[in-house]
């Protein structure tokens, strides 16, 4: 493994322990879409660019987009 | 239970699995030394045999057809779920809400969604070259259209996705997919054979019915998410009256 894979591995590894620990929703949404990010920088590293850019649509775009509407529909009752 | 008695569970357990995946870990060959043969194969027989120099593209849309034709059914099938659920408590009566931003954020957004739009169109339309495809474009086209709403407003958004366009669009990807499959029944050949001039490799219509699929896929994935935002985004833009 070349280093610049272990940093990339690091991130994601942050990123998930942060998804799992943080507890306000809105801050959860923009972690999950933070840790899309570093999991897109690894499939990269790791020279997989097809999952990659599916990894960035999906957690860039779907997810969050899903979970900020449930939010504002859950605060707004 | 107690707080101690659970705490002293967890760290045995999370020791147990943490050993567990590190024996796992350890056994996994190394990177760049994979060990199973398809891949090998496919690398070295794709290019020659169908002119396209992503071999992920010409895994998905042609060797494994049928099973992206599976895949193309569920988003298929999920988005139209969503719709039916969502539409079904929807007050026709309801107001819809309009939150117009300043007109520098209106400018900029109006900008990037342009961009981001050309931009999915690429992605699109070099499928069968480098990575990306049907897939991953027709999301980014989707979120150009995303985009026009964050920036703009919800007026602005529904008139570039007239539910009709959507519908059209969706149905359109999903069966020029499943005609590409019967006509090479007709050919004699097996469901989703290619069948279409394989043209140059390194160009944009090269693959032959791998374009076709892929750019299907494009109009498919787009219109389905377009559609998944619209139900959303219908949720927060319009205040039900109320019961």
């Not at chain 2, 897939?135 to 709403?149: D, I, P």
């Not at chain 2, 985004?233 to 109320?242: G, K, M």
């Given at each position: 493994m070349i280093p610049l894979q272990a940093v990339a591995m690091g991130f994601v590894a942050a990123g998930a322990?942060?998804?799992?620990?943080?507890?306000?929703?809105?801050?959860?949404t923009m972690l999950s879409s933070l840790y899309a990010l570093t999991l897109v920088v690894l499939f990269l590293v790791f020279q997989a660019p097809d999952v990659a850019l599916s990894e960035l649509v999906v957690g860039a775009v779907g997810f969050p987009l899903a979970i900020v509407v449930a939010i504002v529909l859950e605060r707004g009752r | 239970m107690t707080r101690q008695a659970r705490i002293g569970l967890f760290a045995v357990s999370a020791a147990g699995l943490a050993a567990l995946m590190l024996w796992g870990a350890s056994g996994l060959p190394s990177f760049g030394h994979y060990r199973g043969p398809y891949g090998q194969i496919v690398n070295h027989v794709a290019p020659s045999e169908r002119h396209v120099t992503n071999v992920v593209t010409a895994v998905v849309f042609d060797y494994r057809g049928v099973d992206t034709l599976g895949e193309e059914f569920i988003l298929f099938a999920a988005a139209m779920g969503v719709a039916l659920l969502l539409r079904e408590v929807r007050d026709p009566r309801a107001r819809r809400n309009d939150r117009v931003s300043s007109d520098a954020v209106r400018l900029a957004g109006v900008g990037f969604a342009a961009g981001l739009f050309v931009l999915g169109l690429s992605v699109v339309a070099h499928g069968p070259i480098t990575p990306g495809g049907g897939?991953?474009?027709?999301?980014?086209?989707?979120?150009?259209?995303?985009?026009?709403?964050l920036a703009g407003d919800y007026r602005s958004y529904r008139k570039l996705t007239p539910s009709f366009g959507i519908d059209l669009a969706k149905g359109t990807g999903l069966g020029v997919f499943t005609v590409v499959g019967i006509v090479s029944l007709l050919l004699g050949t097996a469901y989703l054979h290619n069948f279409g001039p394989l043209g140059t490799a390194g160009t944009l219509a090269s693959g032959g019915t791998i374009s076709i699929l892929n750019i299907a896929?494009?109009?498919?994935?787009?219109?389905?998410?377009?559609?998944?935002?619209?139900?959303?985004?219908?949720?927060?833009?319009?205040?039900?009256?109320?019961?």
């Open positions: 322990l942060a998804v799992v620990l943080s507890r306000d929703l809105v801050r959860l | 897939f991953q474009g027709g999301v980014v086209l989707a979120s150009a259209f995303a985009l026009v709403y896929t494009g109009l498919e994935v787009m219109a389905a998410f377009v559609l998944l935002f619209t139900e959303f985004l219908e949720e927060l833009a319009v205040t039900r009256a109320p019961r």
